[in-house]
């Protein structure tokens, strides 16, 4: 209640925002040779997320809106055939996405964080309140 904006607002137009948001830090670690951008476990949280989030479905496995984004189609193709509360419906849809440069700022298989999203995209999409007990896994 305190927050004087909506989700729904927020999540406009992510496909143009995530590149700057988590693609910069995730190639500051593949620069640095201390740092491995397979140890980042948030930000692939939140891109499988988002993912998740495109499916349309909330996490009582009920149809929601999702907000406007110039690549709300091309993405929803991409996406298309899987089903929440379905995981074996996951047949690789998301290697597209995850590759994609343009929309990371880099090839998330480069950056060793494809397996990782795909993997947390799987554990929210297992069925009713996966997003849930997803979150309380990895922000324990």
Do not use: C
């Amino acid at each position: 209640p305190f927050m004087p904006d909506t989700p729904q607002r927020i999540a406009t137009d992510t496909s143009q925002k995530v590149g700057i948001r988590f693609g910069e830090t995730i190639k500051s670690y593949m620069k640095r040779s201390d740092l491995d951008s397979s140890d980042l476990t948030f930000i692939p949280l939140a891109l499988a997320g988002w993912l998740r989030y495109l499916l349309a479905v909330d996490d009582n496995l009920e149809p929601m809106n999702v907000s406007s984004d110039p690549m709300l189609e091309e993405l929803g193709k991409t996406l298309e055939g899987i089903k929440v509360g379905e995981v074996d419906s996951y047949k690789g849809q998301l290697k597209a996405i995850l590759s994609n440069p343009n929309l990371f700022g880099v090839d998330l298989n480069e950056a060793k964080l494809a397996d990782k999203v795909e993997g947390m995209f799987l554990e929210l999409i297992a069925g009713k309140g996966a997003v849930r007990e997803t979150l309380k896994k990895y922000l324990a």
